[in-house]
């Protein structure tokens, strides 16, 4: 199944692709059905009902927040991230559903985390009811967060392989088909996508692309200039800057420490991360919990020319994300993207990959490198554990990206090294990938019940 780059990197709210922008859109989308179905404005009384995942870790993820910016209606980039949202509604105990309809909400009566559901179709789950005057039902919906921002209604949770596929000249479901498109048209995996991307739309693909490129540079910007302790209770203290500054300070251009670069690949992916635990505007790559990786990985290959070779920044970047959202879709098909289904190597495991991937591809590897390159990052993140501590995207979230990043570069370099021959599939690593997250406990699969969110409180 063919997922559009678009679907991939789409822009939200921080910290959590499926904790936030996934409970946004449901919110959003149910309120609009009930102004679609003539309903809003009989509408006297809201309930929202997190499950599973959502509910164990919502707190920590700020899924509350997404959930009441989805119910007034608004879109990512049109929330004030200035703006205490809740605070306003704890003193007023109203929302304006839709941003057309004033109706009573408390979140002590009206808004409940059931701990203890997990609901069969998805451990993501929500439920949306909507009453009138008289305590009738006027409308309710259970919709499943699933994974990267992706939303699925109950009587839709199959899309994910039953749902009408795009039509496109070059579509495939998995990385044996894509290498067999690509040598039948002789074409880069890049260029497959790019064709597939303008049959879905008649929108220019370059500049939108280029707008997620600009927005995942610009908070690496935003993250190096910002310090103080991060939202949440754990007192995590933002390293980014300091990092940025004591590395600039101790910059020497004839150091003989070539490991330098390892670390501003750090730098770049704390910044990021940082940034998207703080609630900032961010692009999912391909989650908010992973977005600091891919991030990095392109400020890697945009210095990269400085030691190297000289690169057409732009066409390397379209380059880089187009094979990145194909590998990604290789996973959305075959297993998954969502840590509350196979634990972090479905997050940070998939970006990885997707980085070594696009880098390998920005640099002109042949298809078969680039295959190799997001084999050999999955390789090594298999059966990685989706554990934050107190439910936060702070720890070990922040550390894993920088981590991730950098295996993702060096996954790069083996592949580069070689000639993209290799015994381990990427279809194989994958399949293998989905099988390890099934098979992990849930408590490891982002309910902070188990692992560091555990133990590193406690000992």
């Not at 309930?47 to 608004?74: E, P, R």
């Not at 939303?151 to 000249?169: M, S």
């Not at 692009?283 to 690169?311: D, E, H, N, W």
């Not at 989706?386 to 993702?408: F, H, S, T, W, Y």
Request: charged share 20%; proline share 2%.
């Amino acid at each position: 199944m063919y997922y559009s780059l678009f679907e991939i990197f789409s822009v939200g709210i921080g910290p959590s692709s499926s904790h936030t922008v996934g409970p946004m859109k449901a919110a959003k989308r149910f309120v609009g059905n009930l102004a679609q179905q003539n309903k809003l404005f009989l509408t006297e009384k809201v309930k929202v009902i997190l499950y599973g995942s959502l509910a164990l870790t919502g707190a920590g993820h700020g899924t509350i927040n997404a959930v009441i910016y989805g119910l007034m209606g608004l879109e990512a980039e049109e929330v004030d991230i200035t703006k205490d949202y809740i605070a306003e509604l704890q003193t007023t105990e109203k929302i304006n559903l839709s941003g057309q309809h004033e109706i009573s909400f408390s979140l002590n009566t009206d808004f409940f985390l059931d701990k203890q559901t997990f609901l069969k179709e998805h451990s993501n789950g929500m439920k949306f009811t909507a009453y009138d005057k008289n305590g009738n039902i006027l409308l309710e919906e259970i919709y499943f967060s699933v994974g990267g921002g992706t939303i699925a209604r109950l009587d839709e949770i199959n899309e994910r392989i039953d749902r009408k596929p795009f039509d496109v000249p070059y579509p495939f479901d998995n990385c044996r088909q894509l290498m067999k498109l690509c040598q039948n048209n002789r074409m880069k995996i890049a260029e497959i996508v790019l064709q597939n991307e303008k049959a879905i739309s008649q929108q220019s693909v370059t500049k939108r692309i280029m707008r997620l490129d600009d927005i995942m540079q610009r908070n690496i910007d935003i993250g190096l200039k910002k310090d103080g302790i991060l939202r949440g209770g754990l007192n995590v203290q933002r390293h980014a800057k300091a990092m940025y500054d004591r590395l600039k300070e101790n910059f020497d251009m004839n150091s003989t420490d070539s490991l330098t670069v390892i670390d501003w690949i750090n730098i770049w992916a704390f910044a990021v991360a940082e940034e998207n635990a703080s609630g900032g505007i961010m692009v999912t790559a391909p989650t908010m919990g992973s977005a600091g990786i891919i991030p990095s990985v392109m400020r890697y290959m945009k210095r990269y020319g400085k030691f190297k070779k000289p690169l057409d920044m732009e066409n390397a970047s379209v380059t880089f994300l187009a094979t990145a959202s194909a590998i990604c879709s290789l996973y959305r098909t075959n297993a998954s993207i969502s840590g509350a289904e196979v634990g972090c190597q479905g997050e940070v495991g998939v970006a990885c990959s997707m980085a070594a991937g696009g880098l390998v591809a920005a640099m002109g590897g042949n298809n078969r490198q680039i295959e190799n390159a997001a084999e050999i990052a999955m390789e090594h993140n298999l059966g990685l554990t989706c554990d934050p501590i107190n439910g936060l995207v702070q720890v070990p979230c922040i550390e894993r990206n920088a981590m991730g990043a950098v295996k993702a570069v060096n996954a790069a370099r083996l592949a580069m090294n070689g000639t993209g021959t290799h015994i381990v599939s990427l279809d194989s690593i994958i399949k293998t990938m989905y099988e390890t997250g099934m098979s992990l406990n849930k408590e490891y699969k982002e309910t902070s019940l188990a692992g560091i969110a555990k133990n590193a409180l406690s000992c």
